[in-house]
């Protein structure tokens, strides 16, 4: 396994007293990742990108549950650049996670950053990415946790494992794209290209030559890592011929569910097993956005390739296609996402902390109407009618030092005007207040958070991603969520537990999780454009009263502002 052989490589073994039989070695992950800039070409297009160590997609990171991770970040591009962790519950690391200006100030080009945490508790696919601007367009990649040495998976061992990762190209540099949308008061422009494994396959011009082959024996079994790295776009995925298995989703093992499709949202990982079950040939693996916006808006269309390929196979014989779901098919999205249960649930039966809180899209008025949004105003995200800007110096930094006048404490639990959220909302609604606004949380809080869908500008289905947990997805819904008979109808026996979320467009959706890690975490609409519009909030989660439970002090090295 190149993965195992890896980590032995730049690892060295740091053996814990054995308390239970299988427990074992933990290992020290070193990484060297080098920031830097290549051109690159893709559908005719070419253009600088930021990468690491000079890869698109990045390295794969290979590691066992409970390793520390030490990767030593040297930022050699002429961005300023952070890289969080994603899905990764950072225990009392906190310093580790890595969104901008709120568990760190940026590494500034020349400069260096170490991030130091462990991998506890998780096991399947997570990733890592930029979190500033747009750059992890480019600089992203998967991290693979294997179970312990000498544990095993609960279903039988694949005789392989395949990375699959689903990106975005622009024929533009994503810089000058996010930084035109922010001079302008716009929205950045959409992509150019969807990717896998870095290429766009035999449907979009200049590539056919390229489109991405993964040989497969016939009978044999593959377990698919399947990460969507997308800007902005949710894929329905399939396979021509074959039946997916998906066993985990977020670095949480499922139930298992079979499907001959998938929906996978920006910032979700999902492990999915499949049998190269057929005599031989070659099969599209396909993906198509699921699109919940309103008819006749405007999206690349273009169905993205790669090839599973049985190894006897020549090249040249002409794929099958699957025939994918229309891109607005919104009761497959919304069969498969109710599909999903935990494997392993402990769903808490109490709850601390109850929100209610609305998600979307907002605009702001700009003087005489000079911005590029609708109306000549500005677009932004909110919620609760609160959109986030980014503050000058980290919000962990602020409250872990107690420097005053970064962020005030008053982030609302309930939506401050009470509306018919998904009908069409009056204009007079329809611009928010501006502000860094935390929620503070006491340690070991249950937290329950009803997201409401709205109806400002458009009803869309947004992906909400919280840092350092994994919640419950109780339920969902459409329309407004209706706080009397709605909990009637919630899971708490087997809901799945994951990181990313997508909201039905105009409905809702229920969460809860438990506070338990003391520090800064950012929740945010994993759509990119609308995560840098302001559809973020913080919450922060004081420490708890145990040595154990406190978060440490920051690294020597942290970046300073
Ligand atoms: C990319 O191409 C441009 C224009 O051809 C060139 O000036 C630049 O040096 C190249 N950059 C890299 C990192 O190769
Ligand atoms: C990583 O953090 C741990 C404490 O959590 C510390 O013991 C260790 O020395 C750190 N490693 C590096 C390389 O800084
Ligand atoms: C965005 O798209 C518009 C319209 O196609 C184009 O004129 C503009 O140059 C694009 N901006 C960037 C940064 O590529
Ligand atoms: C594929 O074709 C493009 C031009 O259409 C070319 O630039 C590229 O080098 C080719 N790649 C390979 C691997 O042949
Ligand atoms: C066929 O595709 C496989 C997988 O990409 C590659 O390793 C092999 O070289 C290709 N063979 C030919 C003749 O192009
Ligand atoms: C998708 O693209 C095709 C052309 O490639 C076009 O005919 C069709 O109308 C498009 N569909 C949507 C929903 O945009
Ligand atoms: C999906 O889009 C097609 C047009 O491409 C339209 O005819 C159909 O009514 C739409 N379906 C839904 C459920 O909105
Ligand atoms: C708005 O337009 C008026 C009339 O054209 C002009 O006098 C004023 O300077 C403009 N204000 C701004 C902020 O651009
Ligand atoms: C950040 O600093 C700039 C320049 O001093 C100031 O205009 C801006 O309001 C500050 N932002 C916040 C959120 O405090
Ligand atoms: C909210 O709006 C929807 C759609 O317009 C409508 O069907 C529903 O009756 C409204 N609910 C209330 C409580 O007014
Ligand atoms: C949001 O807040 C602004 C400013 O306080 C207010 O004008 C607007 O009506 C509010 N909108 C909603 C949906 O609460
Ligand atoms: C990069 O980060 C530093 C430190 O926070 C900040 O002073 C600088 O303005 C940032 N540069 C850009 C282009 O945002």
């Not at 979307?360 to 909110?382: F, H, K, M, T, W």
């Not at 520090?519 to 609409?525: D, E, Q, R, T």
Request: charged fraction near 15%; include cysteine; aromatic fraction near 10%.
């Amino acid at each position: 396994m190149a993965g195992l052989s890896s980590v032995l490589k730049f690892g060295f073994l740091v053996c814990l007293i054995l308390v239970s039989p299988w427990s074992v070695c933990a290992s020290i992950v070193h990484r060297k990742f080098t920031i830097g800039t290549q051109n690159v070409t893709k559908v005719c297009s070419t253009q600088m990108v930021v990468t690491v160590n000079g890869r698109l997609p990045g390295p794969t990171i290979t590691v066992h549950e409970g390793d520390n991770l030490v990767i030593e970040v040297e930022n050699n591009a002429p961005y300023n650049v952070t890289l969080h962790w994603h899905g990764v519950r950072q225990l009392k690391s906190c310093w580790a996670d890595g969104p901008a200006y709120v568990t760190q100030c940026p590494i500034t080009p020349g400069n260096k950053f170490t991030y130091n945490f462990s991998v506890t508790g998780q096991e399947g696919t997570l990733w890592w990415h930029a979190h500033i601007t747009y750059l992890r367009a480019t600089v992203h990649g998967a991290l693979i946790i294997l179970p312990r040495p000498g544990k095993t998976y609960p279903f039988p061992k694949p005789d392989a494992e395949i990375p699959i990762i689903l990106g975005e190209w622009w024929n533009a540099n994503v810089e000058d794209v996010i930084a035109e949308a922010v001079r302008t008061g716009g929205v950045p422009n959409d992509s150019d290209a969807y990717t896998i494994n870095g290429q766009p396959g035999d449907f979009f011009p200049c590539s056919a030559n390229e489109t991405t082959r993964i040989l497969v024996e016939r009978g044999k079994t593959y377990l698919l890592r399947i990460v969507n790295c997308a800007m902005l776009h949710s894929y329905f995925f399939k396979i021509a011929n074959h039946l997916m298995t998906v066993v985990a989703v977020d670095a949480e093992y499922t139930k298992p569910y079979k499907t001959d499709v998938l929906l996978t949202n920006p910032g979700n990982t999902m492990d999915v097993l499949i049998t190269a079950g057929q005599q031989s040939g070659l099969f599209y693996i396909a993906t198509r956005v699921y699109n919940s916006l309103p008819l006749g808006t405007d999206f690349l269309n273009t169905t993205t390739t790669a090839i599973l390929q049985y190894k006897e196979c020549s090249n040249t014989s002409v794929p099958v296609l699957p025939i994918l779901p229309a891109f607005n098919d919104t009761a497959t999205a919304t069969k498969f996402s109710s599909n999903l249960r935990s494997l392993n649930p402990s769903v808490p039966n109490t709850v601390d902390v109850e929100m209610l809180i609305t998600e979307g899209l907002a605009l702001v008025s700009c003087p005489n109407n000079s911005c590029a949004g609708i109306n000549g105003d500005r677009a932004v995200g909110a919620f609760n009618n609160i959109s986030y800007v980014q503050p000058n110096i980290s919000i962990l930094e602020a409250y872990y030092f107690g420097i005053d006048g970064v962020y005030t404490t008053d982030f609302p639990d309930n939506p401050p005007t009470v509306y018919n959220y998904t009908a069409t909302v009056p204009l007079s609604l329809w611009e928010p207040e501006l502000g860094v606004k935390v929620k503070v949380l006491k340690f070991n809080s249950v937290v329950q958070i009803v997201f409401q869908n709205t109806g400002i500008i458009t009803i869309q289905n947004h992906p909400i991603h919280l840092h350092g947990h994994n919640f419950y997805v109780l339920g969902q819904g459409f329309g407004n969520y209706n706080g009397k008979t709605d909990p009637a109808k919630l899971n708490l026996v087997d809901p799945p537990f994951v990181n990313t979320r997508g909201v039905p467009a105009g409905g809702w959706a229920v969460i809860r999780f438990t506070a338990d890690n003391p520090g800064a975490w950012l929740m945010h609409c994993h759509f990119e454009s609308h995560s840098e519009l302001g559809l973020d909030m913080v919450f922060v989660t004081k420490d708890g009263p145990r040595n154990s439970d406190k978060l440490p002090a920051p690294p020597f090295d942290l970046p300073k502002c």
